[in-house]
């Protein structure tokens, strides 16, 4: 037996172990996926990744989640939908004790979400970086110089200063820098209305969320720009996750028409929109295209 497939056995039996904990349904589709990808050796997470501690924190989280009409989503959402949300957070390699996701109910289906330590986390697994990346936002009255880089020009922000004073004033924008294995510094910088237009395409725009952190939703925003760049020009060697990636975060927008700019900037709302992870004779689970009335409860999601 290779160490790769003795690295799979293992972690079904932890998975197994995990999922004793879950009502059978959600447990059986859970570790009969994982099964399988694990003997296609589709699953790569990050070093010292504990899925059944990760999956018994998740399953706890999600038994004392509700909606909007406070009924708890083990009652109103379906059990394929649940199974997803648990399977793309192992995919992800995240943890909700770490707080890097959260799961959010939208009409009748549960939805995982990576807040901005989970969108770090998952974009360092998925491109094998050895630096974290960052993202940082723009405060008014901040001097920020932008410029491109002469070997390739790319834009990038060739110097940042700010002052004690500034923090807490108006936002004006942000950006996020990504180190590749090369060491070579890359940068997305997006200005507060672009971050805006981008809010505005989420199923809970304008929510309490935006406005109560705008600093972390900024940079989460801007963050994910530079990280759905990176990730779908990435070779194939890690890309069950990287799918997953791209599904989770496009299943928390709503449809949007075709051409906008955001679509030319790449965040390709509509990219793999009905894709599943599992499948269930006679059950079809797909995301929402309107807005719910009220905001997502459970998580800040950011």
């Given at each position: 037996?290779?160490?790769?497939?003795t690295k799979?056995?293992?972690?079904?039996s932890e998975?197994?172990?995990?999922?004793a904990i879950m009502?059978?349904?959600i447990?059986?589709?859970?570790?009969n996926?994982?099964?399988?990808?694990?003997?296609?050796?589709?699953l790569?997470?990050?070093?010292?990744?504990a899925?059944?501690n990760?999956l018994?924190?998740?399953?706890?989280l999600i038994?004392e989640?509700?909606?909007r009409n406070?009924q708890p989503?083990l009652?109103?959402?379906?059990?394929?939908?649940i199974?997803?949300?648990?399977l793309?957070?192992v995919i992800q390699?995240?943890?909700p004790?770490?707080k890097q996701?959260?799961?959010i109910?939208?009409d009748?289906s549960?939805?995982?979400?990576?807040?901005?330590?989970?969108d770090?986390a998952?974009v360092?697994s998925a491109?094998?970086l050895q630096?974290?990346p960052?993202a940082c936002?723009i405060?008014?009255d901040?001097?920020?110089t932008?410029?491109?880089r002469?070997?390739?020009?790319e834009k990038?922000v060739?110097?940042h200063?700010?002052?004690?004073e500034?923090i807490?004033?108006?936002?004006?924008?942000a950006?996020a820098i990504?180190?590749t294995?090369?060491?070579?510094?890359?940068y997305?910088i997006?200005?507060?209305?672009?971050i805006q237009k981008?809010?505005?395409?989420?199923?809970?725009a304008?929510?309490?969320?935006?406005?109560d952190y705008?600093e972390e939703m900024?940079?989460?925003t801007v963050?994910?720009?530079i990280?759905?760049?990176?990730m779908?020009?990435?070779?194939d060697?890690?890309?069950?996750?990287?799918?997953?990636?791209?599904?989770?975060?496009?299943?928390?927008?709503?449809?949007?028409?075709?051409n906008?700019?955001?679509?030319?900037?790449?965040?390709?709302?509509?990219?793999?929109?009905?894709?599943?992870i599992?499948e269930e004779?006679q059950?079809e689970v797909q995301?929402?295209?309107?807005?719910?009335?009220?905001p997502p409860v459970n998580?800040?999601?950011?």
């Amino acid at each position: 037996m290779s160490e790769k497939e003795t690295k799979n056995e293992a972690l079904r039996s932890e998975v197994k172990n995990a999922v004793a904990i879950m009502e059978k349904d959600i447990a059986d589709v859970i570790f009969n996926r994982v099964n399988e990808m694990g003997h296609n050796n589709q699953l790569m997470f990050p070093k010292n990744y504990a899925v059944g501690n990760a999956l018994k924190s998740a399953y706890l989280l999600i038994q004392e989640t509700v909606d909007r009409n406070k009924q708890p989503v083990l009652q109103t959402c379906s059990i394929i939908s649940i199974a997803n949300a648990l399977l793309d957070m192992v995919i992800q390699g995240l943890n909700p004790a770490k707080k890097q996701c959260y799961f959010i109910p939208y009409d009748g289906s549960l939805n995982m979400q990576r807040s901005y330590f989970g969108d770090q986390a998952a974009v360092m697994s998925a491109l094998n970086l050895q630096k974290k990346p960052y993202a940082c936002v723009i405060y008014k009255d901040d001097i920020v110089t932008v410029g491109f880089r002469e070997e390739d020009g790319e834009k990038i922000v060739i110097s940042h200063e700010t002052t004690f004073e500034n923090i807490g004033k108006e936002i004006i924008g942000a950006y996020a820098i990504l180190y590749t294995n090369d060491d070579v510094k890359h940068y997305e910088i997006m200005s507060m209305e672009q971050i805006q237009k981008s809010w505005a395409k989420t199923k809970v725009a304008n929510n309490s969320t935006q406005k109560d952190y705008p600093e972390e939703m900024a940079r989460r925003t801007v963050l994910r720009r530079i990280a759905k760049h990176w990730m779908n020009t990435s070779d194939d060697s890690n890309l069950a996750m990287v799918e997953s990636y791209n599904r989770t975060t496009s299943a928390e927008y709503v449809d949007v028409p075709e051409n906008t700019l955001e679509l030319e900037q790449e965040l390709e709302i509509k990219a793999n929109r009905e894709t599943l992870i599992v499948e269930e004779p006679q059950q079809e689970v797909q995301a929402p295209t309107t807005a719910p009335k009220t905001p997502p409860v459970n998580g800040p999601g950011f």
